[in-house]
Protein backbone atom coordinates (compact mmCIF):
# COMPACT_ATOMS: atom_id res chain seq x y z
CA UNK A 1 0.00 0.00 0.00
CA UNK A 2 1.13 3.14 -0.91
CA UNK A 3 0.11 6.16 0.90
CA UNK A 4 0.03 10.00 -0.06
CA UNK A 5 -1.15 12.69 2.44
CA UNK A 6 -1.43 16.07 1.52
CA UNK A 7 -3.51 19.45 2.71
CA UNK A 8 -1.30 20.76 5.43
CA UNK A 9 -0.17 24.36 5.62
CA UNK A 10 -0.45 27.73 7.92
CA UNK A 11 -3.74 28.41 9.93
CA UNK A 12 -4.87 30.58 12.83
CA UNK A 13 -6.29 29.03 16.00
CA UNK A 14 -10.25 28.70 15.32
CA UNK A 15 -9.97 27.71 11.74
CA UNK A 16 -10.46 24.54 9.95
CA UNK A 17 -8.37 22.45 7.27
CA UNK A 18 -9.20 19.13 5.67
CA UNK A 19 -5.96 16.63 5.25
CA UNK A 20 -6.08 13.87 2.87
CA UNK A 21 -4.46 10.47 2.29
CA UNK A 22 -4.54 9.00 -1.14
CA UNK A 23 -4.28 5.16 -1.16
CA UNK A 24 -3.27 2.91 -3.41
CA UNK A 25 -1.37 -0.40 -4.10
CA UNK A 26 -3.42 -3.19 -2.34
CA UNK A 27 -7.37 -3.87 -1.74
CA UNK A 28 -7.88 -1.64 0.79
CA UNK A 29 -10.74 -3.11 2.53
CA UNK A 30 -8.63 -5.31 4.06
CA UNK A 31 -7.09 -2.23 6.07
CA UNK A 32 -8.51 0.56 8.44
CA UNK A 33 -6.80 3.67 7.63
CA UNK A 34 -4.92 5.95 10.45
CA UNK A 35 -3.77 9.45 11.27
CA UNK A 36 -0.82 10.00 13.30
CA UNK A 37 0.74 13.15 14.37
CA UNK A 38 4.08 14.17 15.96
CA UNK A 39 4.88 17.78 17.64
CA UNK A 40 8.53 19.16 17.68
CA UNK A 41 9.97 17.58 20.37
CA UNK A 42 7.43 14.97 21.69
CA UNK A 43 6.16 11.80 20.36
CA UNK A 44 4.14 10.12 17.88
CA UNK A 45 0.46 10.27 18.79
CA UNK A 46 -2.92 8.92 17.70
CA UNK A 47 -5.28 11.05 16.43
CA UNK A 48 -8.35 9.06 14.54
CA UNK A 49 -9.00 5.95 12.61
CA UNK A 50 -11.46 4.34 10.22
CA UNK A 51 -12.24 1.36 9.13
CA UNK A 52 -12.06 1.46 5.23
CA UNK A 53 -14.92 -1.07 4.96
CA UNK A 54 -17.55 -0.27 7.32
CA UNK A 55 -16.80 3.17 7.84
CA UNK A 56 -16.41 3.27 11.94
CA UNK A 57 -13.94 5.37 13.64
CA UNK A 58 -12.40 6.24 16.56
CA UNK A 59 -10.47 9.57 17.87
CA UNK A 60 -8.05 10.44 20.44
CA UNK A 61 -9.68 12.63 23.32
CA UNK A 62 -7.83 15.91 22.46
CA UNK A 63 -9.26 16.20 18.67
CA UNK A 64 -13.35 14.17 19.96
CA UNK A 65 -15.36 16.51 18.51
CA UNK A 66 -13.22 18.62 16.37
CA UNK A 67 -11.80 16.02 14.05
CA UNK A 68 -13.67 13.87 11.68
CA UNK A 69 -12.76 11.29 9.38
CA UNK A 70 -14.08 10.27 6.06
CA UNK A 71 -13.24 8.37 2.98
CA UNK A 72 -13.85 8.10 -0.51
CA UNK A 73 -14.06 4.71 -2.02
CA UNK A 74 -13.90 6.05 -5.70
CA UNK A 75 -11.26 7.91 -5.11
CA UNK A 76 -9.24 5.08 -2.46
CA UNK A 77 -8.87 8.66 -0.28
CA UNK A 78 -9.14 8.97 3.24
CA UNK A 79 -10.26 12.65 4.98
CA UNK A 80 -9.42 14.66 8.15
CA UNK A 81 -11.42 17.53 8.49
CA UNK A 82 -9.66 19.37 11.52
CA UNK A 83 -12.23 21.95 12.93
CA UNK A 84 -11.73 24.74 15.51
CA UNK A 85 -7.80 24.39 15.31
CA UNK A 86 -5.67 24.99 18.67
CA UNK A 87 -1.92 25.93 18.67
CA UNK A 88 -1.21 22.69 20.54
CA UNK A 89 -2.69 20.84 16.80
CA UNK A 90 0.33 21.90 15.45
CA UNK A 91 2.16 19.10 14.22
CA UNK A 92 3.43 16.77 11.22
CA UNK A 93 0.49 14.61 10.25
CA UNK A 94 0.89 10.94 8.97
CA UNK A 95 -1.25 9.03 7.68
CA UNK A 96 -0.72 4.98 7.84
CA UNK A 97 -2.46 1.39 7.22
CA UNK A 98 -3.34 -1.32 9.19
CA UNK A 99 -5.14 -4.69 9.52
CA UNK A 100 -5.14 -4.56 13.09
CA UNK A 101 -8.64 -2.97 13.07
CA UNK A 102 -9.32 0.63 14.64
CA UNK A 103 -5.79 0.66 16.23
CA UNK A 104 -4.58 3.51 18.06
CA UNK A 105 -0.80 2.30 18.42
CA UNK A 106 1.27 3.15 15.85
CA UNK A 107 2.96 -0.13 16.18
CA UNK A 108 0.10 -1.97 14.60
CA UNK A 109 0.82 0.19 11.40
CA UNK A 110 2.15 -1.31 8.32
CA UNK A 111 2.11 0.92 5.77
CA UNK A 112 2.85 5.25 6.35
CA UNK A 113 2.53 8.20 4.39
CA UNK A 114 5.19 10.81 4.04
CA UNK A 115 3.61 13.43 6.71
CA UNK A 116 2.53 16.71 5.97
CA UNK A 117 2.80 19.72 8.26
CA UNK A 118 -0.29 21.90 10.04
CA UNK A 119 0.87 24.97 11.79
CA UNK A 120 -1.72 26.59 13.67
CA UNK A 121 -0.70 30.04 15.13
CA UNK A 122 -2.71 31.97 18.18
Known amino acids: VQLQASGGGLVQAGDSLRLSCAAS????????MGWFRQAPGKDREFVGV????????KYADSVKGRFTMSRDSAKNTVYLQMNSLKPEDTAVYYCAATQRGLSTADYNYEYWGQGTLVTVSS
Open 50 to 57: ISWTFGAT
Open 25 to 32: GRTLSRYS
